[in-house]
């Protein structure tokens, strides 16, 4: 039997994505994590990077992944379940691939309970309105909101991927040291795993034509791009030799 979609849940977790997007800009202060770690906490209340991410990303595929466990399989069906197994290839990769590669600092305990509830949260969200809310026309795969966000978002999966390959081979095991990253989108930004993810999110975002999407896609951008900012910012401390003309989110402009 279909679940009927109640759309109050739907507008509410929409809502509150947007409002925690635009409370990060307010307070403009970076999740206190990597190069923003302002304490170093004691052994006992962080993880290792590699642990923590598996862990606090993990509700973002599973959660999404159970619901669609559950449809029918068909790789030209319905576009819900297509659309959400996009979402679900993401955090596929950000919750088994990234954390073998992570080489980060530890990871305070407290702020992998949150990423935890809010990834969960996000991806009960956005699978639920995907298979029980969202209502696509026959010919929705040749509408060129559904190629344009496809090609968006994985050409933003590209380009994290690489970015994040490009960070991780900064460092030996068991350094801290920073150093400046070189290639790819770091030519022109500093934040290019995060300009590739916010580029991700918003061909999800197009090519879903959902509210969810779109709130997830202002979060990303608030969240991820005062990120960016603030690494821009330590970067140009940290660094005398630090090139000049690169940007921290867009290429040329910001």
Known sequence: MRVQCQQ?????????????????????????YGKHTEILTPAATSLSARAAWFLQE??????????????????????????????????????????????GRPYPVLL??????????????????????????DEWYTDIRFSLGVFLFLLGMGI????????????????????IPQGGM????SGANFFGEIIEWIGFALATWSLPALA??????????LRAFHHHRFYLKMFEDYPKSRKALIPFIF
């Open 58 to 103: 993990l509700p973002s595929f599973v959660v999404p992944a159970g619901i669609l466990a559950r449809q029918p399989l068909s790789l030209f069906g319905p576009p819900g379940p297509v659309l959400l197994g996009f979402f679900c290839l993401h955090y596929f990769y950000r919750t088994f691939v990234y954390p073998l590669l992570s080489r």
């Open 8 to 32: 109050s849940p739907v507008l509410a977790g929409s809502a509150t994505l947007a409002a925690f997007g635009a409370l990060a800009l307010y307070f403009a202060k970076p999740a206190s």
């Open 216 to 225: 997830f896609a202002f979060f990303s951008l608030c969240f991820l791009g």
């Open 186 to 189: 770091f030519t022109y930004v």
């Open 160 to 179: 994290n991927i690489h970015s994040d390959y490009i960070l991780c081979q900064l460092r030996k095991p068991g350094e801290i040291t920073y150093r």
């Open 112 to 137: 992998i309970f949150k990423g935890i509830a809010f990834c969960a949260g996000n991806g009960f969200l956005q699978g639920y309105y995907l298979i029980y809310c969202a209502e696509y026309p």
